[in-house]
């Protein structure tokens, strides 16, 4: 079976087709700058990759380009989009209703709908790449894949704020959780690297990308996630501020006379690591910097890793036992110096790094832990795009089923 999984962005859509059960990647791209004049198409195969500019007006011109390319007789991997049997979305937002992914109905649009107003910038574009991949392919199972459902299962003394109940009541206030498909990819690979059920272990899963978050899984289920209602909270990230005294934002807003857009431009878009730093929002330029002996470079790498230390103890205080930490995302899966600032000095708690092994690692599944260390310390490449394939194929087969 083959199913394509897209993951569209205000002006993007990212795309993978997978042969499925095997999860073969038959070709990938993104297509960008949706709505300029100079829209670009990069597409890969397994031995090449082309390279398009022309003006896309729209998602939905931007899907018949894709599905195009996907068919041309020369670039192509298939002959006919006939061929595509689901397309798997990635959507961010599925508030309370969504605990896993499902099939796309007329009142799963009408919720995505709904939770648009908790986020603003993610779920409207999701909409418009399904309503463009329904248009283009009406006739097979699309399915959603939502970033928020994996922390369904929180206890709702980690979910509630400490603010007046009515606000969770009436408008749903409340933390939600998000990079939901990564922590639970890598939560399942770590277990099976453990040798036990996904119900035995108990997981810290970091996610260190452009958005970074972290999760405690406590027997296969997740318990808390450092995102909030919006995935502005918790750890430092490339340019969003992360956990902040709530008082700060009264403060620059009556000091400076910032208006509301302003501070949320500000907290998401000009703060983490390129704020801090005021050089970049990526660690291979920050620590490059760092090297060349830039204090702020290097105090963003210590603001950011000391961030995640603190939240890997307080994980470790919810799980209780805890069987392995895992590291994923760009810089989860790279920055090896980053991971041995955070592991340093926690060998109380029983995490013990093999520094070289930790070194040689990047962009590998790899246990960089010392034989010694009663924690688990594993890298594992996350792979959300797989994880939404498997789902999706899940969903379209028990279909088919019904329907013989
Ligand atoms: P996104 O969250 O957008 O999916 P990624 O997970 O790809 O982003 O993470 C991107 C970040 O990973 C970059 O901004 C950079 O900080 C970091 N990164 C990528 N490669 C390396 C590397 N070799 N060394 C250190 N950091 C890296």
New binding site residues.
């Given amino acids: 079976m083959k199913v394509l999984v897209i993951n569209a962005g205000s002006s993007s859509i990212k795309y993978q087709l997978f042969e499925m059960p095997e999860q073969k990647v038959l070709a990938k791209g993104v297509l960008e700058k949706i709505g300029e004049e100079n829209s670009v198409l990069s597409h890969k195969t397994d031995d090449k990759t082309v390279q398009f500019t022309q003006p896309i007006q729209n998602h939905e011109l931007g899907m018949q380009l894709i599905t195009k390319i996907l068919t041309d007789p020369k670039i192509g991997v298939i002959k006919n989009i006939a061929e595509i049997s689901a397309v798997g979305h990635r959507v961010v937002h599925g508030g309370e209703k969504f605990t896993g992914s499902c099939l796309i109905t007329k009142e799963v649009i009408d919720a995505i709908q709904e939770y648009a107003d908790l986020a603003p910038l993610h779920n409207p574009p999701n909409l418009t790449g399904i309503k463009a991949a329904t248009a283009i392919l009406p006739n097979i199972p699309q399915v959603a894949a939502f970033d928020t459902a994996f922390h369904q299962t929180m206890p709702k003394y980690a979910y509630i704020y400490g603010i007046p109940y009515e606000y969770y009541e009436k408008y749903k206030v409340r933390r939600y959780g998000f990079h939901g498909t990564s922590h639970r990819y890598v939560a399942r690979r770590a277990a099976v690297l453990l040798g036990k059920n996904k119900t035995e272990a108990n997981i810290i899963t970091c996610h260190?990308?452009?958005?970074c978050s972290i999760t405690a899984v406590l027997a296969g289920n997740s318990v808390d996630n450092s995102m909030g209602l919006t995935p502005l909270e918790g750890l430092v990230m490339?340019t969003r501020a992360g956990d902040i005294d709530p008082g700060l934002i009264f403060y620059l807003a009556e000091r400076l006379q910032l208006s509301i857009p302003q501070i949320t431009q500000i907290l998401n878009k000009k703060s983490g690591?390129l704020g801090i730093s005021g050089i970049s929002?990526?660690?291979?330029n920050l620590?490059e910097e760092a090297d060349k002996g830039n204090e702020r470079a290097k105090l963003a790498i210590d603001v950011f890793c000391y961030r995640v230390k603190k939240y890997i103890g307080a994980y470790m205080a919810v799980l209780g036992r805890t069987d392995a930490i895992v590291f994923t995302?760009?810089?989860g899966?790279?920055?090896t110096s980053?991971r041995e600032k955070i592991c340093d000095n926690l060998d109380w708690f029983g995490i013990i790094l093999d520094r070289e092994l930790n070194a040689k690692t990047?962009r590998i599944e790899q246990c960089i832990s010392a034989p010694e260390s009663r924690v688990k310390v594993f890298v594992i490449p996350?792979d959300e795009e797989a994880r939404i394939a498997f789902d999706t194929c899940e969903i379209a087969t028990k279909l088919n089923n019904k329907k013989i």
């Avoid at 260190?208 to 958005?211: A, D």
């Avoid at 929002?281 to 291979?284: E, G, I, S």
Wanted: proline share 0%; glycine share 24%; hydrophobic share 35%.
């Fill in positions: 260190l990308g452009n958005g490339g690591l929002n990526d660690v291979r620590l995302g760009g810089i899966e790279n920055a980053l990047q996350t």
